[in-house]
Each structure stands twice: as C-alpha cells, then as structure tokens.
C-alpha cells in the first residue's frame, strides 16, 4: 500500500538552543491558544498516545516547526496571528520564516536501501532499560535496538494511516553514541546513530518517545560516492 503524505517545514530566522525547544513549544501553542489540540495532543488533563503531526524542533540552531497531514491544515492558527512573536522565559523572539518546504512523498517500502542518521532517540522505556542493561553484549544489544527501530517506524506508519505490508529490513550501521538526557525530571537515555532501511522516511520527522519537542529527528544520509560514480 502506497501512502500519500503531506510534509511542511517551516524554518525561523532567529536561534534556539535544543534544550530551549520545550519552551519553544510552549509558546507557540501559549500564542495560538490551547483550544487547538493537534498543537498539543492533550485533552484536559489526559494525553492522547498517538503519532504527533506537529513537531517541534532545533534544525542547525534555528526554531522549527514539522507538520503532517493534518498539521499543515491547522498551522494558519499560529500564521493568522498579527504577532507571531514568542517569549522563551524572558527573551523575545521575532520569528520571521527563513525557509518553508512543502513536498507530498508516496510512502512504501522498496527493494532498495535508505540511509539515516537518528539524534538522541529515546528507544527505551523502563522496561526496556533494564532488559537492554542485562543484555552482556554489544551485537545483543545492537540487536534490540534495531527492533524497537522496527517498531517505531511502524507506530509512525499507523500514525499517519499508513498499512505496511512488506517486511521491514533495517539495520544499525554504526556505534551508538549514548547520552544522558532529561525528560520530565526523569534521566533517559539518547542514542544517535546511523541506521539502514528499506522503508523511506522524510526528513526531520521524528521516531520513539517525546518527538514533539525534537528527540529522535531523522535525516538522511546521501552516499556522494555513489552520486559521483
């Protein structure tokens, strides 16, 4: 099954630091009010656990906003605004639009390879942690990590209304770089890491936990050999 999706970047001329993009959230949905739920993807005080079509990011130190589908079609709350201005604590950002990107990709997976690097993916849950802790080797660990890989494209793919019906092959090709992050006072574990795949996945989208405030952001990896040869 062939997917449809909508894709819309837009990119700020101004600068944030990726520890600010919470805060960056917070002040757009602050500005277009919390009426909008697919801003915030919380009704009342309840979460709703599914793939998010606004997304939050830091890309090359500039504010951005990634929208899907749906999120393209509610951004003019924030664009209708007289002032798009934000306060990020006692700082004031003047957003201007530096760069905005609108492309329609037909998701499937193919019988070719993609390459992507993913930054600070939070992979693992408490459950997971623990198991991933007790695993003795690197290639076990490698391992778990590429099918919680295969599970969160797949939790994307439902997201978006998206049916899978090939096999996804995907493989880690390099070491994961590790880093502790904080999340909601609790300490985590970020992991960045360039991996294979044949599912196609456009960039800056993000995969695993807490991608609406930038964690888990893809990009892909172009091969200039290949495109030299």
């Known amino acids: 099954m062939v997917k449809k999706l909508r894709l819309l970047t837009v990119t700020f001329n101004t600068q944030i630091r990726p520890y600010e993009v919470p805060a960056f959230r917070g002040a757009i949905i602050d500005k277009v009010g919390r009426e909008h739920i697919v801003f915030h993807h919380h009704v009342g005080d309840n979460y709703l656990y599914r793939y998010p079509t606004i997304q939050y990011k830091a890309i090359g130190q500039q504010p951005a906003i990634v929208c899907l589908d ?13 002032d798009w201005s ?14 905005l990107l609108l492309n329609q990709f037909n998701m499937q997976v193919w019988s070719t390879q993609f390459e992507y690097q993913i930054r600070n993916w939070i992979a693992l849950s408490q459950n997971n942690y623990e198991r991933y802790q ?11 990590l590429q099918r919680i890989l295969v599970g969160n494209i797949l939790a994307f793919a439902k997201g978006i209304g998206w049916s899978i019906e090939k096999p996804i092959e ?7 770089h590790i880093r502790p992050l904080r999340l909601k006072d609790q300490k985590v574990l970020g992991f960045t890491l360039n991996f294979k795949t044949n599912v196609f996945l456009p960039n800056y989208i993000g995969l695993g936990k807490s991608v609406s405030i ?13 495109e030299n040869n």
């Open 86 to 99: 934000l306060w990020l604590g006692d700082r004031k950002l003047e957003m201007k639009v530096d760069r």
């Open 134 to 144: 007790q695993l003795e080797s690197e290639i076990e660990r490698i391992e778990m």
């Open 70 to 82: 749906e999120g393209i079609d509610e951004l003019h709350h924030y664009f209708e605004k007289p």
């Open 170 to 176: 995907l493989k880690i090709t390099s070491s994961p």
């Open 214 to 226: 930038g964690y888990g952001t893809i990009k892909q990896i172009h091969n200039r050999n290949k």
